[in-house]
Nanobody
């Protein structure tokens, strides 16, 4: 079992920045990739960024050049640095972990609102 807890969401003005954090606990050694997803009201949950255990990263086209995913294995943390935020980035952001045994674990989500 893996437990994931997100933090760092909030209200920010367009053009601003936020850093989301995801704390992982439990069977950490089983995780081979972590990801951030987001879900806006009335829309499906979309993949934002992924990072593997060898630091390979991928991003949705909509956030490339603005968002950066990173991990600190010593602290069992994953981060999402978000810059140049736009109103369309408003959503609940979820941390997700994938394990070698086929498991998929989710955090409870953190709200990000970009508005003036």
């Amino acid at each position: 079992q893996v437990q994931l807890v997100e933090s760092g969401g909030g209200l920010v003005q367009p053009g601003g920045s936020l850093r989301l954090s995801c704390a992982a606990s439990g069977s950490i050694s089983d995780i081979y990739a972590m990801a951030w997803y987001r879900q806006a009201p009335g829309k499906k949950r979309d993949l934002v960024a992924t990072i593997t255990n060898i630091e390979t990263t991928q991003y949705a086209d909509s956030v490339k050049g603005r968002f950066t995913i990173s991990r600190d294995n010593a602290k069992n943390m994953v981060y999402l640095e978000m810059n140049s935020l736009k109103p369309e980035d408003t959503a609940v952001y979820y941390c997700q972990g994938s394990t070698y045994t086929g498991g998929s674990y989710w955090g409870q989500g953190t709200q990000v609102t970009v508005s003036s």
